[in-house]
């Protein structure tokens, strides 16, 4: 009984690990961007490694950096990444009434895993899913994530001194590509920038720290946005 439950969780794990690798090769660039980004913001190779192992979270490590890089305070960082990842807590409860039940433990530990991508590949598969097959996906992103952010890093040192001060402009830049093309898709979207840029103007012209008036300016553009539409429907 014991020996099937253990070849039960193995052949979850390597089906996890193979339904993981599309994943991990997605996670190559973006990962590798960002250690080269955490470089030129200051960070050493210690604290943008082990941001990727303690956060594990694309938008809000990229996020953070920017913050840092403008001075912001440690509770500002903590409450806007709280903030941008909330959705995490509807995502693991939802792939929570998919997969066996097992121990809290073990579910503690995949739901640190729970990513939009790891998220959506589960999510999607068909079937009940095991702790083993969990255990197998989040660990192959996972480990490509903190690997090639390392990577990233190490390679920003072979890049001359003007190319690494540059890419610190890449990192606004690519927050405006992520904005475009769903500002596109949405104009609800492209109302939410706008109102939350006009926000961020005003505390700041108030003179709120920038931390604050980013954090203040992402929750009363979200209420007001989500308000608004809630208004519409009702109508």
């Known amino acids: 009984m014991v020996e099937a439950s253990v070849a039960n969780n193995y052949s979850g794990f390597v089906d996890g690990l193979k339904g993981g690798i599309s994943i991990a090769v997605g996670y190559m660039p973006v990962a590798l961007t960002f250690g080269l980004l955490a470089r030129t913001t200051?960070?050493?190779?210690?604290?943008?490694?082990?941001?990727?192992?303690?956060?594990?979270?694309?938008?809000?490590?990229y996020i953070t950096l920017s913050l840092i890089a403008i001075g912001t305070g440690a509770f500002e960082i903590i409450f806007t990444i709280f903030i941008v990842n909330i959705r995490h807590l509807l995502m693991s409860a939802s792939i929570n009434e998919k997969v066996e039940e097992d121990t809290p433990w073990k579910k503690a530990v995949y739901a640190f895993g729970i990513t939009d991508e790891t998220f959506t590949v589960s999510a999607t598969k068909a079937g009940k899913l095991t702790t083993g097959y969990m255990f197998g996906l989040c660990f192959i992103s996972y480990s490509s994530w903190v690997l090639f952010t390392g990577g990233g890093y190490i390679a920003g040192a072979t890049l001359p001194g003007v190319v690494q001060q540059g890419m610190s402009v890449?990192?606004?830049?690519?927050?405006?590509g992520l904005l475009i093309p769903s500002a596109k898709k949405s104009r609800k979207v492209l109302f939410l920038a706008g109102l939350a840029a006009l926000f961020n103007s005003l505390l700041t012209f108030a003179q709120f720290s920038t931390g604050w008036a980013i954090v203040l300016a992402t929750l009363l553009s979200s209420i007001l946005v989500e308000w608004r539409g809630g208004r519409a429907r009702n109508e």
Not at 42 to 57: I, N
Not at 170 to 176: E, P, Q, S, V
């Open 42 to 61: 200051g960070l050493t190779l210690y604290e943008a490694v082990l941001m990727s192992v303690l956060v594990f979270a694309g938008a809000a490590q």
């Open 170 to 176: 890449a990192l606004y830049a690519m927050f405006i």
